[in-house]
């Protein structure tokens, strides 16, 4: 199982990285929604985490509405990242075509709760 972690943030994209590592996953990064778009021409993933709030350039909710449009990344569970955790964020996520919302900050346990709701995982 592969995982795209599309994160602007450093120590946010390490501490991404670092539970996938120790949940014996593979993932590729990208710290911008273009470079992310750029990297799924070559790349071939079975699961996105995307930050909402990305800088510079396109935010999650827009990179998100750009890979359902294609017919091959359609199927693929994208999960919202974000800080923005106020009530009814996760029904419009959820209504803007996320799979799910894993709210920041949070713990190992939170992120495999979140992984298996989406995904077939053996944690």
């Given amino acids: 199982m592969k995982f795209l972690i ?15 590592k120790k949940l014996g996953y593979e993932f590729i990064s990208a710290f911008s929604g273009e470079e992310a778009l ?6 071939n993933v079975d699961c996105m985490l995307v930050d909402i709030n990305l800088g510079e350039g396109i935010s999650g909710l827009e990179f998100l509405k750009e890979i359902r449009e294609k017919k091959w ?11 923005y955790a106020m009530n009814g964020e996760i029904d419009k996520f959820i209504t803007e075509g996320f799979d799910d919302c894993l709210f920041k900050p949070y713990t190992i346990n939170d992120f495999k709760e979140v992984l298996q709701r989406n995904i077939p995982i053996n944690v």
């Fill in 38 to 43: 750029d990297m799924l021409k070559t790349q």
């Fill in 6 to 20: 599309v994160e602007d943030n450093l120590p946010n994209l390490m501490y991404v990285q670092f539970l996938l």
């Fill in 73 to 83: 990344l359609m199927n693929i569970p994208v999960i919202a990242v974000t800080a």
